[in-house]
């Protein structure tokens, strides 16, 4: 079975901050990861996927195998960052979703 | 392009009543999902879609049925809502490659309320 697992329901930060949303995972092959997001009245969408290894919107993310984790960082938080941000992961078939719980981020001015 | 589109925005049954949930999506996109929100909580995967005339059960498909006759559309029929159905409802869709990695592009949900 897979699983995803994001610890904090809520991350307050003042705008410059840095974040880190967690997410961890359990999976017993080797798994796709994905950051999706959802800003306020906007539809849920990707942000970034670990097989790209990209940055987005200055936001990276670094799967680590050995802690089974796929951690969501931006060392300066901007007011536009505040959203629902959900970590999910997609195993080897049928191109499904599984997601953590989300984390809500809150960007204080 | 108008991308994944969901009817009705909101609906509340009765114990008891049905009714389906509409998705549509003009991307060509071969696979099609259901998924349920609970508040609180993560997507749970209801059904989902490899094509057309091809649906599968996801992890929580209990209380609910899904056909797909045309690429395009994939709604979600609920026959005896329950208050435990209660919830947002979210369509999404991919082209899937083959590749690992694909994007799924959601719709901007449906909330149910079951009394």
């Known amino acids: 079975a897979q699983r995803v697992t994001q610890p904090e329901k809520l991350l307050s930060v003042f705008k410059g901050a840095p974040v880190e949303l967690k997410c961890n995972y359990s999976?017993?092959?080797?798994?796709?990861l994905f950051w999706y997001v959802q800003y306020s009245r906007q539809r849920l969408q990707l942000l970034l996927r670990h097989i790209s290894r990209e940055s987005i919107k200055g936001f990276t993310a670094d799967l680590n195998k050995g802690e089974t984790s796929f951690h969501l960082k931006k060392p300066f938080a901007q007011e536009e960052d505040s959203a629902m941000y959900y970590c999910a992961l997609m195993g080897a078939a049928g191109n499904k979703l599984t997601f953590g719980g989300g984390t809500r981020v809150l960007v204080k001015p | 392009n108008a991308g994944v589109t969901q009817t009705p925005k909101f609906r509340i049954l009765k114990i008891g009543q049905s009714m389906t949930l509409q998705c549509t999506q003009d991307?060509?996109?071969?696979?099609m999902y259901w998924y349920r929100q609970d508040p609180g909580m993560g997507l749970k995967l209801i059904y989902y879609?490899?094509?057309?005339?091809?649906?599968d059960k996801g992890e929580v498909p209990n209380g609910y049925n899904v056909s797909r006759s045309t690429t395009e559309d994939f709604p979600l029929r609920l026959e005896l809502a329950a208050p435990s159905q209660t919830s947002v409802y979210f369509c999404?869709?991919?082209?899937?490659?083959?590749?690992?990695?694909?994007?799924?592009?959601f719709g901007p949900g449906t909330r149910l309320t079951v009394l």
């Open positions: 999976y017993s092959g080797s798994p796709e």
């Open positions: 999404a869709s991919s082209y899937a490659t083959g590749v690992v990695g694909d994007e799924q592009f």
């Open positions: 879609s490899v094509g057309a005339g091809i649906t």
């Open positions: 991307m060509n996109h071969n696979y």
